[in-house]
T-cell receptor, first 117, second 112 residues
Framework: GAVVSQHPSWVICKSGTSVKIECRSL??????MFWYRQFPKQSLMLMAT?????????EQGVEKDKFLINHASLTLSTLTVTSAHPEDSSFYIC?????????????FGDGTRLSIL | GQNIDQPTEMTATEGAIVQINCTYQ??????LFWYQQHAGEAPTFLSY????GLEEKGRFSSFLSRSKGYSYLLLKELQMKDSASYLC?????????????FGAGTRLAVHP
């Protein structure tokens, strides 16, 4: 089945550091990938839609200069949290869909737990 | 805008049946998904409905009524490992592209 790999799994770093998270589709091509954030005991909140070869589409309230998204190829999207602060600590999850067909489920990476000290 | 409602918590007994309800309001409905998520892990896909009716997959079934904006996930023969959060998610076409919007999730606790 479709596999999405996300790296790293855990990040602990100092306030002010920029952190890059990678999301790869291992056995399929994904023109569109999605980035979510999840706080404890809350649901997944869509942050942005990553489009291969073009700019990402951000949800309302998400700072595009804070959360930089690059979708350089059909199998890789990256999310960079710039100048991270403690309030950015969260569980970040990416997902991708195998084709653009609407009945295809989104497959999720294992998530990245980000802790900013 | 979108609005997805599901109960916050439910408890059930091992071996029993439990139904988790989900109601939604969206302008560009294009299918409803159910995902299971264990604490600290990523969601895993359970089921998909785009037409009215019941979809059955082993111990799990999902129902959709588009006219009522309503779905449920039915879990039979509950096992302890079914203790998890169950996320109702609606695919929304408004804005020109498919995106999956999640409800807050229902935390299910299965006890012996």
């Amino acid at each position: 089945g479709a596999v999405v790999s996300q790296h790293p799994s855990w990040v602990i770093c100092k306030s002010g550091t920029s952190v890059k998270i990678e999301c790869r589709s291992l056995d399929f091509q994904a023109t569109t990938m999605f980035w979510y954030r999840q706080f404890p005991k809350q649901s997944l909140m869509l942050m942005a839609t990553s489009n291969e070869g073009s700019k990402a589409t951000y949800e309302q309230g998400v700072e595009k200069d804070k959360f930089l998204i690059n979708h350089a190829s059909l199998t890789l999207s990256t999310l960079t949290v710039t100048s991270a602060h403690p309030e950015d600590s969260s569980f970040y999850i990416c997902s991708a869909r195998e084709t653009e067909g609407s009945n295809q489920p989104q497959h999720f990476g294992d998530g990245t737990r980000l802790s900013i000290l | 805008g979108q609005n997805i409602d599901q109960p916050t918590e439910m408890t059930a007994t091992e071996g029993a049946i439990v139904q988790i309800n989900c109601t939604y309001q969206t302008s560009g409905f294009n299918g409803l998904f159910w995902y299971q998520q264990h604490a600290g892990e990523a969601p895993t896909f359970l089921s998909y409905n785009v037409l009215d009716g019941l979809e059955e997959k082993g111990r799990f079934s999902s129902f959709l009524s588009r006219s009522k904006g309503y779905s449920y996930l039915l879990l039979k023969e509950l096992q302890m490992k079914d203790s998890a959060s169950y996320l109702c998610a609606v695919r929304d076409l408004s804005g020109g592209y498919n995106k999956l919007i999640f409800g807050a999730g229902t935390r299910l606790a299965v006890h012996p």
